[in-house]
């Protein structure tokens, strides 16, 4: 399978603790967004990443939550000190440039 | 700011109907795109289409069209002879093209479409 990957699927974790989340995009995407989705919305927009470059962030994106993307393959997702208010299902997409965006399963976290 | 709004939370029809799902967009950029997604109870988000601000053409694949109109603004979707297969919640999404930007999505809330046999 080519598409956008993402692990863990489902994360349960207690409030307080770190959790990290990778994606893998579609191989030659030189695009990859993160959004978030909570019960009954649509997606939410956090971050987006040029190749290695991290070049927007939404100001959803606090200061517990950092992204990379190294050597512009594979990204993760680092929340630290998770609160309740963080469960939600985090979602990946890749594109190339100014395409349409392709989007992974998603990751399910639920916080304790 | 953009917006997209999907008046509709959730619509329930029998197979074989035909219905259609509406999408009001609000943007103050000349140049945008449109896309729909589909998202089965997997939660995968699917990629339907995607339409640029300069072509008002209507679009037909298979059973789903789609009705462009800048005029007043939306971007309708209809499906014909509809099938259980289509249950799902159906997103509209708006991406502005800014010069050097992410061209990240904003998506309206979703409809949910149930088709019963």
């Known amino acids: 399978d080519t598409g956008v990957s993402q692990d863990p699927r489902h994360k349960i974790t207690k409030r307080g603790q770190n959790v990290t989340f990778r994606c893998d995009p579609i191989s030659e995407h030189n695009r990859l967004y993160w959004y978030r989705q909570t019960l009954g919305q649509g997606p939410e927009f956090l971050t987006y990443f040029q190749n290695e470059a991290q070049l927007e962030k939404s100001r959803l994106l606090s200061d517990r939550f950092s992204a990379e993307r190294p050597k512009g393959s594979f990204s993760t997702l680092e929340i630290q000190r998770t609160e309740q208010g963080d469960s939600a299902m985090y979602l990946c997409?890749?594109?190339?440039?100014?395409?349409?965006?392709?989007f992974g399963p998603g990751t399910r976290l639920t916080v304790l | 700011a953009q917006k997209v709004t999907q008046a509709q939370t959730e619509i329930s029809v029998v197979e074989k109907e035909d219905v259609t799902l509406d999408c009001v967009y609000e943007t103050r950029d000349t140049t945008y795109y449109l896309f729909w997604y589909k998202q089965p109870p997997s939660g995968e988000l699917v990629f339907l289409i995607r339409?640029?601000?300069?072509?008002?053409q209507n679009e037909i694949s298979g059973r789903y069209s789609w009705n462009f109109q800048k005029s007043t603004s939306s971007f309708n979707f209809t499906i014909t002879a509809s099938q259980v297969v289509d249950s799902a919640v159906y997103f509209c999404?708006?991406?502005?093209?800014?010069?050097?930007?992410?061209?990240?999505?904003?998506f309206g809330k979703g409809t949910k479409l149930t088709v019963n046999p």
């Open positions: 339409r640029n601000s300069f072509d008002e």
């Open positions: 999404a708006l991406s502005e093209a800014p010069q050097g930007g992410s061209e990240k999505l904003v």
């Open positions: 997409a890749s594109s190339i440039n100014r395409r349409t965006q392709y």
